[in-house]
């Protein structure tokens, strides 16, 4: 590491290394450019070490526990009880093995790492600061830059992190052990992962939630599937009800909650958890100076090659309006930012982007809802295939949910599907595809899928839209 | 022509399609990506063949496929 | 039903109700033809009743408790106990679910169920011979018949199924109590799926194979993976030797077994269980009174349309010559003949029939091998994504295995993938579309894949086939 302030150059400098940074540092080394990537506390970003990989790791094991303890029908008999201490030191791991590669795979294709925060001098150089004591600043004079700062939680007022009771995703990712009793603020979808979770660990866990519903960015129909999960997993949910403060109390905590007519409840428990959402990180690096303007929630404007309103200066992932705050999106922009400053012919056009929610049961979504494709003017055909109709889900155990396929009636093209089932998360990757690929329902519906496997729900729900499924009843 | 190892890259409904319209896929010239072959390439094939059959025939008026005993008619677009 | 020998007449006559059998029956249905279907013993075929559900029910079985009573790492401690009556109830439960979901669909798309077993009288009719005492027999005259009679394991001298002593799949299927010691002769899909699941059952395994290595017909590298982890389950595999024979023991058997230079050895057991492969069921039906004629080893020639030399009557699934032995083609195969019969402008030229094995970890292949992919006359471009890289199978705590796709070099087409690792069976459903619509290297890179997710592997494996890999060197 550079100690004292002298200027170096590079030809790109990315700020951040979450999963939009790095695969962008990646990238534009491959393509042979000088790159440098700056990161100010942990390589990965959110999502390696606070988001998605740690979550998933809980996850896991909080699955593993339950299902087991649960599974009598099946005739397993167990009593599982989870260690917190290992099951941490396991995660640590598990997230210490990723990071340690991304810096590896950084050093590998040439990447040149640099820790330190940094801001912005002017249009064309970059100031970094050290962590540590006298251990001073650089100048670090860029042809391109490509900013990746990501999100930081939410807080809302009165629910200082700082307190211990009050838990943000990463403390609650963090904890050293299982609350008796949780309180979860909003219903989206890490408050709905994380109450899954600790409900299967052991919690008694209490969900409040401003809006209607759960996941409300979700269809009903496959929100549902999730809260009626969530019901038996003893999970209490309260809708309409915004946090409003909350008290100490004997050995724990009070949470108060307010309806929208002034109605107060209250709840117990020994923390709550908030999980509100996530704003980007575009105020601390004095975007200014560089010449560009994030928009009133803090989020920047880009073009279809992420370009900033300053054409040498590109932004991805979190900080970014108009995608979806996803590691995979981040990623993609990434790759694309890094291409196009290297002159290929890239451009971010993605016809679907995938998400998934790892709630019990999983949802993997992509494209067009019906209603998405009515208002973009398509007159949708729906295709649906129950998971209870799936040899290969009766199998598992895991029965619940549905694949549902929307297409453009007269052409066939498939433009969205929503799974809500197991491993929904994984089978939307066909779905995805096809999109992309610009598949109609009958190249999914003869393209041959194996069997036993979750995946023919696909080929079946391609097949009802057709008037033609096997193993469902066609609308 | 998108048929290395006497293989063409269609998908499906294409391939389904060619049938449909009576038209040979190893006999097209795909447009698509690397030479994969298109809806659009299989109409034209099949209406370039309707064309020099109805020139042949001296007459303009859709041909009838046999496909499996039962005649289906080549549609134009 | 009907008693007596009274004559009735069809459309389409389908002999034999399993995954063929069935869905052939019902998309005929559906294409408006009136459609009989014959079966003689119980609905769903080998498949539902003795084949791919029951094996995957107990394989969900086993492994759920296998893991939890192996996941101290991940925090979980647990002495998991299985009740094989309370697991065999559960799985009778959705093999009977299914097999009456069949019937009842059959039903709903108005195909005449015929309890029976059929043998051709001619060209164009069947006589049908009812089960029971005085049940008569009926004749049923037909315009298209399709034959889908399937498969029967295969039995070896000196190994009689009728000894209690010596299973065949089926048996162990219906096991009633676990055997401390198993010997399993045969190495191929069947044979290691029951050997792992018995070995997570808690019997000491034994497998003898002829060949030098478990699962023949799949590359080293792959089956490798599979019998690295059936060491560490404690499964002993023995190659190059035959099984001779077997004699009672005190309270066991002995099984021998003879390799080519008639070496001799000898495994203790409770149980042995012969699994290796299955043959035709084309001997019963008379065919000669069709003027079909089954090659020497039993198997039926078809067109693309699946039909015989006798053009009216059609052969699909275990039956075929050409195609694999295995459900999914058995059902496209039927689906294919349904919509010949019915005029539709079908066959069956399918680019890439995947096939997955349910071992631990998992199989799932498509298409053509590096190997043939080089004797078709490609140059193979290939891409490996090992799952040690991959975010989401570490946080499931499954790594082994890896990712790889085939293409061809010049035009990036995908030819064929071969993937051993966690979810693979579902894993292969993207790849398979792939394919099937002409998808090259390129599109599956560029297509966002949902992280994280194990699908994010074939993403990286296309990646690295175009020297562009983040996760992974490329080569
Ligand atoms: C609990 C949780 C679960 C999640 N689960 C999923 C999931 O399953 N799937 C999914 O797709 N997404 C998930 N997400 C969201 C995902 O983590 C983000 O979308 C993703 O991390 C965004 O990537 P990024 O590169 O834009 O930013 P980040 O990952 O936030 O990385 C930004 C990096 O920039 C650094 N940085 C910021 N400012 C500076 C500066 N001035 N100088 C130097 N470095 C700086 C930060 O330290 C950080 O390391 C989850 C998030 C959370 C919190
Ligand atoms: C243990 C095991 C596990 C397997 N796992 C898988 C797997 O995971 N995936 C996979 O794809 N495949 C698997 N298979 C193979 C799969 O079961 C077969 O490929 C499939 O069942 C073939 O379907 P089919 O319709 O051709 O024949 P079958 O399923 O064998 O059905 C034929 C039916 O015809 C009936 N029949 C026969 N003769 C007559 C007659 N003369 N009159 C009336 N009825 C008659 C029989 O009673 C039977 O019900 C497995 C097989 C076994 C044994």
């Known amino acids: ?475 | 022509k998108a048929d290395s190892g006497g293989r063409v890259f269609a998908s499906p409904s294409v391939r389904r399609l060619a049938r449909e319209l009576d038209v040979d896929l190893a006999s097209v010239d795909g447009s698509g990506p690397s030479g994969r072959v298109t809806e659009g390439d299989v109409r034209s094939a099949a209406e370039s063949a309707e064309a020099s059959a109805s020139e042949d025939a001296g007459e303009d008026r859709p041909r009838n496929v046999e496909i499996n005993g039962k005649s289906a008619t080549a549609k134009r677009d």
């Not at chain 1, 992190?161 to 949780?182: K, Y």
């Not at chain 1, 908030?274 to 100076?289: C, F, I, K, Q």
């Not at chain 1, 929630?297 to 996803?326: C, K, N, Q, S, W």
């Not at chain 1, 199998?395 to 929503?418: M, P």
């Open chain 1, 1 to 475: 590491m550079v100690v004292g302030d002298i200027a170096t150059g590079t030809d790109v400098l990315v700020i951040g290394a979450g999963p939009g940074g790095y695969v962008a540092a990646i990238r534009a080394a491959q393509q042979g450019l000088d790159t440098t990537l700056v990161e100010k506390d942990a390589f990965g970003g959110t999502c390696l070490n606070y988001g998605c990989i740690p979550s998933k790791a809980l996850i896991t094991s909080a699955d593993l526990a339950h299902e087991a303890g649960h599974a009598e029908e099946m005739g397993i008999h167990a009593d599982p009880v989870v260690d917190m201490s290992q099951l941490r030191d396991w995660k640590d791991g598990v997230v210490d093995q990723l990071t340690g590669g991304v810096e590896k795979l950084c050093k590998a294709n040439g990447v040149n790492l640099v820790e330190g925060t940094a801001r912005f001098k002017d249009k064309n150089a970059v100031r970094i600061a050290h962590g540590g004591e006298g251990q001073g600043s650089e100048t670090i004079e860029f042809e391109h830059c490509i900013i990746a700062t990501g999100s930081r939680v939410i807080q809302i007022p009165g629910f200082d992190f700082a307190n211990e009771q009050v838990w943000s995703s990463r403390d609650a990712l963090a904890a050293e052990t299982v609350p008796d009793d949780l309180v979860v603020v909003g219903g989206g979808y890490i408050g709905m992962e994380l109450s899954t979770t600790f409900a299967k660990l052991g919690s008694n866990v209490t969900v409040v939630e401003m809006l209607d519903d759960i996941l409300p960015t979700y269809e009903s129909d496959v929100a549902r599937v999730v809260r009626k999960r969530a019901e038996l997993l003893g999970i209490d949910m309260h809708f309409g009800e915004g946090a409003s403060g909350w008290r100490e109390d004997d050995d724990g905590i009070v949470v108060t909650t307010e309806t929208e007519d002034g109605e107060e409840s209250e709840y117990y428990a020994d923390k709550v958890l908030v999980a509100v959402g996530r704003s980007p990180v575009t105020d601390t690096m004095e975007l200014e100076n560089a010449g560009i303007e994030a928009d009133e929630r803090g989020f920047i404007e880009v073009d279809d090659f992420r370009r900033t309103d300053v054409d040498h200066i590109y932004a991805i992932g979190d900080i970014v309006a108009d995608t979806p705050m996803l590691a995979h999106v981040a990623s993609q922009e990434g790759v694309v930012a890094a291409e196009h400053i290297a002159g290929e012919p890239v451009a971010f056009d993605s016809q679907a982007v995938p998400a998934a929610v790892f709630t019990d049961p999983e949802i993997g979504t992509v494209g067009m809802t019906e209603e998405e494709a009515e208002e973009a003017g398509f007159t949708p055909a729906i295709g649906q295939m129950p998971f209870g109709a799936s040899g290969r889900a009766l199998t598992t155990g895991h029965a619940e949910g549905f694949v549902r396929i929307v297409a453009d009636e007269d052409s066939g093209f498939i433009l969205g599907a929503q799974i809500v089932g197991p491993e929904a998360s994984e089978l939307i990757a066909e779905l995805a595809l096809a999109i992309e690929m610009g598949a109609r329902l009958e190249d999914v519906a003869a393209t041959i899928h194996t069997h036993p496997t979750l995946a023919e729900a696909v080929m079946e729900a391609a097949e009802n839209a057709l008037g033609q499924a096997i193993h469902t009843l066609n609308r």
